[in-house]
């Protein structure tokens, strides 16, 4: 069983930053890819963006491109989504998830952009 724990999410002013934290139960080196997800109130769900662990290679959605950055470190187990440049659009509430046979998901953590 994968336990996933976010943290990192809380309220900003439009223009700063935060970086989210996804810690998981066991080695990340077997999951792959890992990914942030996130759902506004009243949207659908929306991939963020995703890493390979091995590889770190990234890929982001268009509407975070040059804003958000995905990174992990293997000996934390830990993915982390460093966002800069918010805008109110990106309220949600955050999910990471593992791909390690079947999808993981972590519990979630509320990000509010507002002035």
């Known amino acids: 069983q994968v336990q996933l724990v976010e943290s990192g999410g809380g309220l900003v002013q439009p223009g700063g930053s935060l970086r989210l934290s996804c810690t998981a139960s066991?080695?990340?080196?077997?999951?792959?890819?890992m990914a942030w997800y996130r759902q506004a109130p009243g949207k659908q769900r929306e991939l963020v963006a995703t890493?390979?662990?091995?590889?770190?290679?990234?890929s982001y959605a268009d509407s975070v491109k040059g804003r958000f950055t995905i990174s992990r470190d293997n000996a934390k187990n830990t993915v982390y989504l460093q966002m800069n440049s918010l805008k109110p659009e990106d309220t949600a509430v955050y999910y990471c998830?593992?791909?390690?046979?079947?999808?993981?998901w972590g519990q979630g953590t509320q990000v509010t952009v507002s002035s």
């Open positions: 998830a593992a791909k390690l046979g079947a999808t993981y």
């Open positions: 066991g080695t990340i080196w077997t999951m792959d890819p």
């Open positions: 890493i390979t662990i091995s590889s770190g290679s990234t």
